[in-house]
């Protein structure tokens, strides 16, 4: 085999780890179990678990680090891997490509705007994996690329330094 055919043999095993992973998470969420929020929903209380208000300060402590210009802080909630993958239109692999992108794409803090989360949904895996689903506003001026809204959805892994994303698929 030429180092061509190689090539494409590891491109398309890779692709297929990564629908692999993604064809996983949607089945856990859809195999989950009912949480507690879930049943009871319809009354409008829940009691949010220590892991699910873990999570919620993970995302909370980004939406605050990017309203204040601060990217290396925002992408402190990723786990520093190379193994961390960002998906929004393009497909990032390895936590300092994420960052340098990151940096690339919001050079100033006027092109970052100002972030808000809602409706943010916790559903935990097990001890260690779970999932954070919910919607994102970012407000910023014409001349800085405009308003823009879209959903998302982490994975988080609990580790020695808390809670990590390792998957951001945000659209």
């Known amino acids: ?14 692709t297929l780890r990564i629908f692999a992973l993604s064809a996983s998470v949607a089945a856990l969420l859809c195999l989950a179990p009912p949480t507690h929020a879930q049943e009871t929903r319809d009354a409008n209380l829940h009691t949010a678990t220590k ?14 680090a990017w309203n204040r210009g601060d990217l290396d802080t925002f992408a402190q909630a990723y ?26 794409n919001y050079p100033t803090k006027e092109s ?6 809602s409706e943010l949904e916790v559903r935990p ?14 407000e910023r001026t014409k001349k800085e690329g405009g308003n823009a809204d879209g959903v998302f959805s982490l994975v988080l ?10 998957v951001d698929h945000t659209t």
């Open 1 to 14: 085999m030429t180092s061509t055919a190689f090539t494409r043999i590891r491109f398309y095993l890779r």
């Open 79 to 104: 786990k520093n891997s190379p193994d961390t993958i960002f998906l929004s239109g393009r497909l990032t692999r390895g936590y300092v490509p994420l960052l340098n992108q990151y940096h690339a």
């Open 112 to 117: 970052m705007g100002n972030l808000a989360f």
């Open 51 to 64: 892991q699910e208000l873990d999570i919620i300060k993970v995302v909370l402590k980004q939406e605050s």
């Open 125 to 138: 895996l097990d001890d260690i994996f779970a999932v954070c689903l919910g919607h994102y506003h970012l």
């Open 157 to 166: 892994e609990k580790t020695d330094q808390g809670w990590k994303i390792v």
